[in-house]
Nanobody, 127 residues
């Protein structure tokens, strides 16, 4: 069974950067599209981005476009989320998830489309 583990979270000042990693074990990532999600305290989990299997097309929620970049290294069985120009409202637990299909639309229902989830990594943006 595919297992995912996020890392790279931490405390960063506004305007700073972090790079999150999503490492896979059990299976290669080649056949999976990988989504990034986040959940702030008291809020529902929301989609951030998705990088598609096979063609590496990437999709972002509008508020993250230009600030967040998703990439993958199939040889390392890892997907990354580079986050720049971070804001306090980006504070949340960030999750990666995998689906054996093309990227689902990044709407509220997208969380139900993914089959495998990591445990999450905390990102705190604060001065």
């Amino acid at each position: 069974q595919l297992q995912l583990m996020e890392s790279g979270g931490g405390l960063v000042q506004p305007g700073g950067s972090l790079r999150l990693s999503c490492a896979a074990s059990g299976y290669t990532l080649d056949y999976y599209s990988i989504g990034w999600f986040r959940q702030a305290p008291g809020k529902e989990r929301e989609g951030v981005s998705c990088i598609s299997r096979f063609d590496d097309n990437t999709y972002y929620v509008d508020s993250m476009k230009g600030r967040f970049t998703s990439s993958r290294d199939n040889a390392k069985k890892a997907v990354y989320l580079q986050m720049d120009s971070l804001k306090p409202e980006d504070t949340a637990v960030y999750y990666c998830a995998a689906v054996g299909a093309k990227c689902p639309p990044l709407g509220p229902m997208s969380i139900y489309k993914y089959d495998y989830w990591g445990q999450g990594t905390q990102v705190t943006v604060s001065s």
